[in-house]
């Protein structure tokens, strides 16, 4: 720049502050356009406006485009760029990095005379050191010299890079917003609340099934809102709008497209806009779907609602541990488990309530969990310690949380009341010990029982031998091989070697010792299930045997018993029985004639001994006539005896004909041929229920003849004997039979001789007092032998004596 040395005044340099003491000063006569008094007068005016003007201007002038600008332009040239060289400098020199962009519209300003109009246009310069982008909103005007020719360009300018900076920025941040929009899928809406519409963004149009591009009359949207939601939504708005401190809104509700039904939950959030009078004139925007979001807070909600269920269902406790504060908080059960009064207490604390013999269990449990994540874990099970009290067992389930730094800051867990699963438990393993005793005494026992077999089965003088089936592939037997057999078993069959025997088949074995081969009969055992027994004679050995057989899971069990020696037994035995039988019916004719016979000379002793005692009539004296009875007494009772025999030999034969017998009419039989004896005795008999049996008349009669006359007999002197007959149906031994009782009230006897009473000739009292053979009631008890049925006599002394007969119903009715 060139300066002169003084201030030269001109009036038309006169004002313009810093940039009009410069141009003054400058030195305009060295330059093309000479000294200012030499300048034309359109030079003069323009520079004057240029310097007064506050508006930014710039001025090239004359052909070398010599430069002149004021004080509001000065501030475009930055620091340290062309101010102030560029006063008084060449266009093409100042301007070099622009000057291939503003030579054409200098160019073309000079041609058509027209000025020229840009807005926010880039034309970037050199300044604070550096090339910036800078925008301008400028005008180019033509000005003309006194000749009316162009002459300059007169430049208004004016700097607009800030506007278009923070324009940008806003368009930048609107793209970041409509992206956030986006991103974020919010529906975005506007109320204009004097005209009541609205418009919205697409997405929350396609939402309410809205038109897109339209402005719609909120009523459109409300409607479809749920119905249930429509009024508390309208309710919120108008709340909004008359809220002038510019209320927040937000709300929630249900959305159903009109076209497709779909739900949608959303959450509208906004605000109002107030004007100075206080009155809304905006109010807009977003639109959230949170459906979804609803959706899983409900789920969420419901899934806590079950875990608290659960928790309480499965009578579980909760705690927390802040370890940093070294605090412990814990749900309501856990305290009332533990006993605590407060919550907050410290680990120490805590453990203090463990019992003593778990307490460093589980501090070592909860201290690994702390030390790193893999450990964090941690399942202890514990007593708590509450003397006096039984003990409650307790399980703890926690988690222990890390920070980034990889410490331990808190644990959270669950403890469950394990006090029944521990008593289970203990009684599991005391009753598992029991159980371990008794399987051991009992495999003791066993084992006992295994010996003792073994050595039954290898002492058994019997034969013993457990063949197990070879079938075919159809699964057709064919033979057996030997899984037990005893040395007895080996020698029958000629094996001195038990191995080798048990290493044949059965056919094997029957084929090799020559036997008749009963294989065939083993395999129809095993195929049947029907056990058998074979009683086999060995004609070479002169051997009697037993085989029985019986089928064992897939084989056959043999016994094979030598019974040779009870054969012979049993051959004696049936010769001794052929031959007693021979010499008992010899023995029973012999009776039977001798019986008869000896009748005969009884009565002749009687009717001699009457004659006797007739013929000697009167010269009997007093001892004779005692002779004489006594000698009638002795025959009377040989004949008395001969007559019992007689019947104790008939009835000693079984009866071949039986009939049915009516007991009561047999009684009746019976009191009618005792009836002197009765009237006699003033006796009473009376009978009950007596059953019709099938029997033996004659034998039947004769058992109650007996029965009864001895009642009449065994009487006592001063008392009228009484008989009752009872009767009924019993069951012994299983089997039915018939009962009939006889009960007297005469002398009675000791109850030990219940059975010598029923031998023959056997007596109880003295014939003197007592007439009788001793016959009788050995009849009684061979008329019942014969009749399958058997008798039973309760008495004692004094007592009287009560008879019961047993006859079986079966054999008898
Ligand atoms: P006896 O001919 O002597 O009567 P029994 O064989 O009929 O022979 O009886 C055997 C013995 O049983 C009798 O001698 C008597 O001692 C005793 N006896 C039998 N019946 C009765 C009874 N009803 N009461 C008491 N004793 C009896």
Redo the contacts with the bound molecule.
């Keep these: 720049m060139k300066i002169a040395m003084k201030e030269s005044f001109y009036p038309f340099l006169q004002g313009g502050g810093e940039m009009g003491q410069l141009t003054r000063c400058f030195d305009w006569a060295n330059t093309v356009v000479g000294s200012p008094d030499q300048w034309p007068q359109s030079l003069r005016t323009t520079v004057s406006n240029l310097l007064r003007s506050k508006f930014p201007m710039f001025l090239w002038w004359g052909p070398d485009m010599i430069q002149f600008y004021n004080d509001a332009y000065r501030p475009s040239l930055g620091n340290n760029g062309k101010h102030p060289y560029a006063l008084g400098q060449l266009g093409k020199e100042c301007w070099p990095e622009i000057w291939d962009i503003i030579s054409p519209l200098h160019r073309l300003v000079e041609i058509s005379g027209e000025p020229t109009w840009m807005e926010d246009q880039l034309v970037p310069i050199y300044r604070n050191g550096k090339i910036e982008d800078v925008y301008w909103t400028f005008s180019y005007s033509s000005v003309l010299d006194d000749e009316g020719r162009h002459a300059g360009i007169l430049v208004t300018c004016n700097e607009t890079t800030e506007k278009v900076l923070n324009l940008k920025k806003l368009k930048e941040s609107e793209d970041a917003l409509r992206f956030a929009i986006e991103a974020t899928e919010l529906g975005t809406w506007d109320y204009d609340p004097v005209t009541n519409k609205f418009s919205a963004n697409n997405r929350l149009k396609e939402w309410f099934g809205l038109p897109i591009g339209k402005e719609i009359d909120l009523q459109l949207a409300i409607n479809v809102m749920a119905e249930e939601d429509r009024q508390r939504v309208t309710e919120a708005i108008k709340q909004t709008l008359l809220d002038e401190k510019g209320g927040q809104y937000r709300i929630e509700y249900t959305i159903i497209h009109p076209a497709t039904g779909k739900k949608r939950i959303v959450c509208a959030k906004g605000r109002a806009w107030f004007n100075s009078d206080k009155k809304c004139y905006r109010f807009n925007g977003t639109l959230q779907d949170v459906t979804e979001q609803v959706k899983s807070n409900k789920e969420i909600e419901e899934k806590s609602q079950e875990l608290q269920l659960a928790m309480q269902v499965a009578d579980l406790g909760m705690f927390r541990i802040d370890l940093v504060r070294d605090k412990a908080t814990y749900s309501q059960r856990v305290m009332d488990w533990f006993g605590f009064k407060e919550q907050g207490l410290n680990l120490q604390t805590v453990s203090g309530y463990v019992h003593p013999d778990d307490r460093e269990r589980v501090v070592t449990a909860l201290e690994h969990s702390v030390t790193s994540e893999e450990n964090s874990r941690h399942d202890v099970t514990y007593r708590l310690h509450q003397p006096g009290r039984p003990g409650r067992y307790l399980r703890s389930f926690g988690k222990t949380d890390f920070n980034k730094e990889g410490k331990a800051y808190r644990m959270v867990g669950v403890i469950q009341d394990v006090s029944e699963q521990m008593l289970i438990r203990e009684q599991l393993q005391q009753s598992e010990a029991a159980l371990q005793n008794r399987v051991a005494e009992r495999t003791h026992d066993l084992q006992v029982q295994k010996t003792l077999l073994d050595s039954v089965v290898s002492n058994s003088t019997s034969a013993l031998l457990y063949g197990e089936s070879i079938r075919d592939e159809k699964g057709r037997l064919l033979d057996f091989r030997i899984v037990l057999a005893n040395d007895k078993a080996a020698e029958l069959f000629g094996f001195s070697n038990i191995q080798e025997f048990s290493s044949q088949t059965i056919r094997q074995i029957h084929k090799r010792v020559g036997a008749e081969d009963i294989t065939d009969l083993y395999i129809h055992i095993v195929e049947s299930g029907e056990p058998n027994i074979l009683v086999y004679q060995d004609a070479s050995l002169q051997r009697w045997f037993t085989i029985s057989t019986v089928k064992l899971r897939d084989g056959f069990l043999t016994t094979c018993t030598d019974i040779t020696e009870t054969k012979l037994l049993q051959y004696q035995l049936e010769s001794a029985i052929t031959e007693l039988k021979r010499s008992n019916a010899n023995l029973e004719e012999f009776a039977h004639a001798a019986s008869h016979d000896l009748k005969e000379p009884i009565r002749k002793i009687h009717f001699f001994t009457r004659q006797l005692k007739d013929h000697l009539g009167a010269h009997s004296d007093g001892k004779d006539m005692k002779s004489f009875n006594r000698i009638e007494d002795a025959a009377q009772r040989m004949g008395n005896l001969i007559d ?1 025999l007689l019947q104790y030999s008939h009835v000693s034969q079984r009866p071949h004909q039986m009939e049915a017998v009516d007991l009561a009419q047999t009684i009746r039989d019976v009191t009618e041929d005792l009836e002197i004896d009765i009237q006699g005795k003033k006796a009473v008999i009376t009978t009950q229920n007596l059953p019709v049996v099938r029997g033996h008349k004659r034998q039947l009669q004769q058992l109650f003849q ?1 029965l009864v006359s ?2 009449l ?2 009487s006592k002197p001063d008392v009228a004997p009484v008989l009752e007959f009872t009767a009924g149906r019993t069951l012994e031994n299983n089997q039915p039979y018939y009962w009939i009782s006889l009960k ?1 009230n ?4 000791e109850q030990q001789y219940e059975d010598r ?2 031998q023959i000739f ?4 003295g014939k003197a007092e ?1 007439s ?7 009849i009684v008890k061979k008329v019942l032998e014969n009749h399958k049925g058997f008798i039973r006599v309760e ?1 004692s002394p004094g007592e ?2 009560n ?1 019961s007969i047993y006859l079986p119903t079966r054999e008898s009715s």
Excluded: E, M, Q, W
């Excluded at 005469?746 to 006897?749: E, K, S």
């Design positions: 019992d007996n001895n009642g007999k065994y007297d005469g002398i009675g006897f009473i029923f056997s007596r109880l009292h007592y009788g053979t001793g016959v009788g009631l050995s008495s009287g004596a008879f």
